[in-house]
């Protein structure tokens, strides 16, 4: 082997290797329930999961489109208590179309693990079946990269609260 065909083996083996830590870099998004009172309303956090609870690449923006099964309606969003909930954020959701967004200063970015923001859900009836789903989701301008590609909760899995 020559020095030219060794270098280029060294520099393809660096190079895997470059991408399999950015894919241990990723971002985890998990949907985790936390009511699904008697009158049926269901809170929804959409949660940021990273390694030592610190995000490699601070988040500064989100978006995503709700998808829920027709007997679900999703009623809005909130920030409140999350960490899309200091100075410099605003947030928004359209219940008509399902987006949900929210930006800051790079100044206000999200550096660590937490709650983003809380969905709202009501649902029309209480044999609950069908999966909610976050599609389009992005943060920032889709760095860092996510897993799931698209998050999703199960309803039949979430237990109702008498």
Not at 94 to 107: A, D, K, L, W, Y
Not at 120 to 148: A, C, S, V, W, Y
Request: net charge negative.
């Amino acid at each position: 082997m020559n020095n030219a065909t060794f270098i280029i083996a060294v520099f393809c083996v660096a190079l895997m290797s470059a991408q399999v830590v950015e894919v241990q870099a990723q971002i985890q998004i998990i949907l985790e329930p936390i009511r699904l009172a008697a009158s049926d309303t269901l809170d929804l956090d959409v949660r940021l999961l990273s390694e030592m609870n610190r995000l490699k690449h601070p988040v500064n923006a989100f978006q995503f489109v709700v998808i829920a099964p027709p007997y679900v309606n999703f009623i809005g969003s909130d920030s409140r208590y999350t960490l899309s909930d200091k100075n410099g954020w605003s947030t928004a959701h359209n219940i008509e179309n399902g987006r949900v967004g929210g930006f800051s200063s790079s100044t206000d970015a999200i550096v660590r693990n937490g709650v983003l923001i809380r969905l709202q859900f009501l649902l029309k009836d209480t044999d609950t079946r069908g999966t909610i789903e976050l599609r389009e989701f992005r943060l920032n301008n889709g760095f860092p990269d996510h897993l799931p590609v698209i998050p999703s909760l199960r309803l039949d899995l979430v237990e109702h609260l008498e």
